[in-house]
Nanobody
Framework: QLQASGGGLVQPGGSLRLSCAAS????????VGWYRQAPGKQRELVAT???????NYPEPVKGRFTISRDNAKNTVYLQMNSLKPEDTAVYYC????????????WGQGTQVTVSS
């Protein structure tokens, strides 16, 4: 359902753009987001974008990361700037549908490593 890509190795201060391609219309989901999980840590929210276009970011990434979507390509992007070593993690995309029933879909994850 969801195919994440775009991860890699980048130096501190660098940028990466992640992509999450959906197999169906992206606007059919009430929310699409990115989460990350570092070794030994719980999965945490990175960014979400609602079907209406509103976005949400936690403090650690606010001002550095931007989530956006291209409905024509059924793809959600995560632009990550000013990357820090603590951003190193596996990044997962997630899509939520609430009708007719609640369903949550996860992509396979893409590794982001920030290191000099």
């Amino acid at each position: 359902q969801l195919q994440a890509s775009g991860g890699g190795l980048v130096q501190p201060g660098g940028s990466l753009r992640l992509s999450c391609a959906a197999s169906e219309r992206i606007f059919s989901f009430i929310s699409v987001g990115w989460y990350r999980q570092a070794p030994g840590k719980q999965r945490e929210l990175v960014a979400t974008i609602a079907s209406g276009g509103s976005t949400n970011y936690p403090e650690p990434v606010k001002g550095r990361f931007t989530i956006s979507r291209d409905n024509a390509k059924n793809t959600v992007y995560l632009q990550m700037n000013s990357l820090k070593p603590e951003d190193t993690a596996v990044y997962y995309c997630n899509a939520v549908r609430i009708a007719p029933t609640y369903q949550s879909y996860w992509g396979q994850g893409t590794q982001v490593t920030v290191s000099s």
